[in-house]
């Protein structure tokens, strides 16, 4: 059965350092693997996502992630922080198996300090 | 970009009432139509999923008869939540997705969500 674990619940971050959100999948077909984030009030927004093409995937907002299959990871990474990156951030995965429905990670609440 | 919409954005109610939630889609088809509930500081879980003109499937352990869903055309899905009770208080989020994608390759299913609606019971 598919899973997603985020092995963080809260990240914290000064403003202009990088930012590692972490991530790993339990798959059994070539999964689909998205990261989404979730602002207050607002609804979910898709950075990235890989789709079985080149394995690392550029996203919205300077945001990055690498598909490692040896390790079964898809970690968020983006170069340095900004105060409104301060967000909820949601690792998903969907394949064959599941139907293509996407089974959602626990979240990673990313914090900015000034 | 893909832009679904959900009415209302809060709503609170009394117990034992039903509270409709209406999810659309803007600015294209969805041919599916997903409902999740999201706990308090805790991920989605998805409820069920609806296709245009046919019955909705649901996740185990979720009332059918309770979050009754309809998606009568391509644009609109409801989830109405009946005879409510307080713990059906959280967070409900819908999303959509437009067959076209997968259909064009575009593999791994986006699916564009609403901004949720918050449900309180008294």
């Known amino acids: 059965a598919q899973s997603v674990t985020q092995l963080d619940s809260h990240v914290s971050v000064s403003e202009g350092t990088p930012v590692l959100l972490r991530c790993n999948y339990s798959s059994s077909y070539s999964p689909s693997l998205f990261w989404y984030v979730q602002h207050p009030n607002k609804g979910l927004q898709l950075l990235l996502k890989?789709?079985?093409?080149?394995?690392l995937v550029k996203g919205i907002n300077g945001f990055e992630a690498e598909f490692k299959k040896s390790e079964t990871s898809f970690h968020l990474t983006k170069p340095s922080a900004h105060m409104s990156d301060a967000a909820e951030y949601f690792c998903?995965?969907?394949?064959?198996?599941?139907?293509?429905?996407?089974?959602f990670g626990s979240g990673t609440r990313l914090l900015v300090r000034p | 970009g893909a832009v679904v919409s959900q009415h209302p954005s809060r709503v609170i109610c009394k117990s034992g009432t039903s509270v409709k939630i209406e999810c659309r889609s803007l600015d294209f088809q969805a041919t599916t139509m997903f409902w999740y509930r999201q706990f308090p500081k805790k991920s989605l879980m998805l409820m069920a999923t609806s296709n245009e003109g046919s019955k909705a499937t649901y996740e185990q352990g979720v009332e059918k008869d309770k979050f009754l869903i309809n998606h009568a055309s391509l644009t609109l899905s409801t989830l109405t939540v009946t005879s409510a009770h307080p713990e059906d208080s959280s967070f409900y989020i819908c999303?959509?997705?437009?067959?076209?994608?997968?259909?064009?390759?575009?593999?791994?299913?986006?699916?564009?969500f609403g901004p949720g609606t918050r449900l309180l019971v008294l």
């Open positions: 999303s959509a997705e437009w067959w076209g994608l997968r259909l064009a390759g575009e593999g791994g299913e986006t699916q564009y």
């Open positions: 998903v995965v969907s394949d064959m198996d599941s139907s293509y429905k996407l089974i």
């Open positions: 890989y789709t079985s093409a080149a394995t």
